[in-house]
């Protein structure tokens, strides 16, 4: 949601994945993952959510369309949620001009940008291509001695899959909780795709299907026990594993750690670890203003120095 282009990288990726399924495999992160919440959130008279945990500085849908002097409509609903999911200031525009570019008209109205989100991940749409990529990404992977995961490998997370969290002692087999952790994925896009709309609570309160793999993408997971959300900086200097994360990969074979999430510079973050000889790969390059034009950029989508 950077670029002008998601809607065909997107594709361009399913595409890869189709016909390379042994070769391209799909890393899921936390601006994948909370596009989910356009369904029920854009879904017509439902309440906004009233706070927004997993993001401080958030501001609520009220405060935000009287600072910016618009009613509350579905699509200032959208610019409202995208302005606080991590998206770039500039997403519903260059989204726009992408459906404009897509169509036969080659033109795109802001009510078509609102169909394109909330669409996207419709269970019972045509072509639900951010829920397809949903169903065939991963929250972890493992490729030979190479583990994979957005965000970052630590302590908290280790060996943790929600619903059982609270499990004594780890069972050392890091294959078995990658299996584990993406079959808990599927069970909740299962879900979503049973229930994609708000629905009552126990409680009283409202909840919709896959509320916990939403939640598992954001900074506000309890204990942090996800792979999904974590900086692996510490005032913006890269830091090595824990000893015991350490030892425990070494012990699964593992010799190699890639994520990206957190933002950081011109090229990767390499740390080595002396006593082992692990390597954690940080490769988020993509920081980049986030007002600035987008579609014009020709040199890589982050805007104006």
């Not at 499990?167 to 990658?178: A, E, H, L, P, T």
């Not at 584990?180 to 299962?190: E, I, R």
């Not at 070494?250 to 080595?272: A, D, E, F, L």
Request: hydrophobic share 35%; net charge neutral.
């Amino acid at each position: 949601d950077k670029g002008p282009g998601d809607i065909r990288f997107v594709r361009t990726l399913l595409d890869l994945r189709c016909r390379y399924p042994g070769q391209v495999f799909i890393i899921l992160g936390n601006r994948d993952i909370n596009k989910l919440r356009f369904y029920a959130e854009l879904q017509p008279g439902a309440a906004p959510l009233d706070t927004l945990p997993w993001d401080r500085n958030s501001k609520s849908l009220a405060e935000w369309c009287k600072e910016h002097q618009v009613q509350d409509t579905p699509v200032n609903r959208l610019r409202w949620m995208l302005d606080f999911m991590g998206c770039q200031k500039t997403t519903f525009k260059t989204r726009k001009r992408e459906l404009a570019l897509l169509s036969a008209t080659r033109t795109a109205t802001d009510e078509d940008v609102f169909k394109s989100f909330r669409e996207s991940v419709d269970p019972n749409g045509k072509d639900p291509w951010m829920l397809t990529l949903l169903r065939v990404g991963q929250l972890a992977l493992v490729l030979g001695d190479t583990l994979f995961v957005h965000a970052g490998f630590h302590e908290g997370a280790m060996e943790k899959v929600p619903g059982r969290l609270n499990v004594d002692g780890c069972r050392n087999d890091i294959k078995q909780w990658v299996q584990d952790l993406n079959s808990w994925k599927d069970a909740q896009l299962d879900d979503f795709v049973e229930q994609a709309e708000w629905r009552k609570d126990s409680k009283g309160g409202r909840k919709r299907g896959a509320e916990d793999l939403i939640l598992y993408g954001t900074p506000g997971y309890p204990e942090n026990a996800t792979v999904v959300y974590f900086n692996p900086f510490k005032d913006g200097n890269p830091q090595p594993l824990a000893p015991i994360v350490e030892d425990y990969l070494q012990k699964n074979g593992i010799k190699r750690v890639m994520s990206g999430h957190q933002p950081h510079g011109q090229s990767p973050t390499v740390v080595r670890h002396p006593r082992s000889g692990l390597l954690t790969i940080t490769a988020d390059t993509s920081y980049s203003h986030l007002t600035a034009e987008k579609i014009f950029n020709e040199a890589n989508c982050r805007g104006s120095v």
